[in-house]
């Protein structure tokens, strides 16, 4: 099934054939923003439900997705920004001299880790690298991604409507998924 469009915004996802009730929604996922696929869609029988809660969590926080801090850095400068608070990396490599205190780290994450996207939302997302969303003031959605296999991170942009429609309507199909695989219970 396929939730937006891959153009500007979509969820691709599948139950795996054949899975008995009761069981959770094991399946496959990507994401697709701007013509460009996050995630591997071959991988079979990944976890849904981290992908799903993250996705509700992720929409009822777009107000929240920027801060003054960002005003005047770059694209690169935002993904640095974000690279050092909650994973210690500059440029997507380790930084050696992290002097900050467990307190400090702590504080970082709860700050700014609601830009963290797809990172632990489920296997299907494991070899896709880091990726941070964004919410500019003027309802776009930017997703900064770096991978292993390119030297900068990769800027995509969706209006937010698409985003939030993609967004509840693979909600709305991941819900009934759930209600059937596990024999008619609510999740």
Request: with cysteine; proline share 2%; charged share 25%.
């Amino acid at each position: 099934m396929q939730f937006g469009e891959r153009t500007t915004f979509a969820i691709e996802a599948m139950s795996e054939v054949g899975l008995q009730t009761p069981s959770a929604v094991w399946g496959r996922m990507q994401i697709w923003c701007q013509g460009a696929a996050i995630g591997d869609y071959t991988k079979e029988h990944c976890g849904l439900f981290d992908a799903y809660d993250g996705f509700k969590q992720l929409d009822a926080k777009w107000d929240g997705l920027w801060t003054p801090d960002f005003e005047e850095l770059s694209d690169l400068q935002i993904w640095n920004y974000l690279d050092w608070r909650l994973y210690g990396c500059h440029d997507n490599a380790v930084v050696d001299a992290d002097a900050r205190t467990v307190e400090e780290c702590r504080n970082d994450w709860q700050k700014f880790g609601d830009f963290n996207f797809l990172t632990n939302w489920g296997e299907q997302f494991d070899q896709a690298g880091k990726s941070f969303i964004l919410c500019r003031r003027d309802d776009i959605v930017s997703v900064l991604k770096w991978s292993s296999s390119i030297s900068c991170p990769i800027v995509l942009h969706a209006p937010l409507g698409s985003v939030r429609n993609a967004i509840r309507d693979f909600s709305e199909w991941f819900e009934i998924e759930s209600k059937r695989l596990s024999g008619g219970t609510a999740m």
